[in-house]
């Protein structure tokens, strides 16, 4: 090949190059632009949306009333009073300094569940006095094969459930591990649909629904262990 | 006889999907909303002995969650410490 050819197709390699390097370094430029317009017109909206007035009214009216659930779900996922009560208190400041991203007419009280869930997650569980005692992933794991026993857990009997005291069944509660715990309180204390929840918790509704289920499972195992020290019979029915 | 079928001769002693019917009677004692809900829970509870079993005990382990677990009363330092709070971002 000459020489000559060579070296034009080295330069045209180059200006290629250089045209590819100019156009990433160029779409950088307006990702990064784009996203900073965003956020610069989010921060605008959120400014300009809610007067002091219509702030007072919606914290008093809608995020308020909820304090005894978020209380109960900060105690039941902190297992401490001190904890529970900082977790909560974090979470209404969030809320209020945040108050112009909660849309009204929405729920509130998912929107509260929300935030006090992901500050646990980022603040509280790395500190907490009892940390989660299994990675939420191997549990997830273990659980996710369809071969759970049920045999072990069917033979419960309703009578037996429906004599237990408070106790009972919320050490049965307390004792899962905080995500199958979270599930339940979140669906059964707190009657918050599926789609809630899949919300809450930033996992999928079919997520949910097998999450709840193994959850479900694992409590009647605790529940049945109890009837039994009791000394209901938890055989066949007669 | 077919072995699966109770002495009574109408319901099923064994649920061959288990895991799958009770997910979704577990969705329909939720209150989600399944197409023909009302339908499929009275089939189910009719003539599948797991399925009838399963449906009752959760129905008395969510009431007696709901009823046992949800008493917590927030702490009145708590309630003030927020207010307080909330009026210093003011």
Known sequence: MPIGLIAEICDFQFKVQNKVKA?????????KLTHSLLLILMSEVQRKKYSDKEKNHIFDREFMPHIDSMYNFAYRLTFDEDDAKDLVQDTYL???RFINSFEQGTNAKAWLFRILKNSFIN?????????????YQEVETYYNSDDVDYSSTTDLR??????????????ALNSLAVDFRTVIILCDLEGFTYEEMAKILDIPIGTVRSRLHRARNLLKDKLRSYAQTMGYDTDEEE | MDKNLSSAGEKKTNCAEQSKCFQLLESILDGENIPDGDKI?????EKCEPCYRHFHLEMAIKELLKTK????ITPQDLLDNIRKKVQEIK
């Open chain 2, 41 to 45: 829970l009275k089939e189910k509870l």
């Open chain 1, 158 to 171: 309703v009578d037996a459930v429906k004599d237990m005291l408070g106790d009972e069944i919320s050490n």
């Open chain 1, 23 to 31: 156009l990433t370094f160029f779409k950088k430029i307006s990702d």
């Open chain 1, 123 to 135: 603040d509280y569980r790395k500190k907490s006095k009892q940390p989660a005692k299994v990675d």
């Open chain 1, 94 to 96: 969030k809320a209020y």
């Open chain 2, 69 to 72: 677990c949800c008493h917590q």
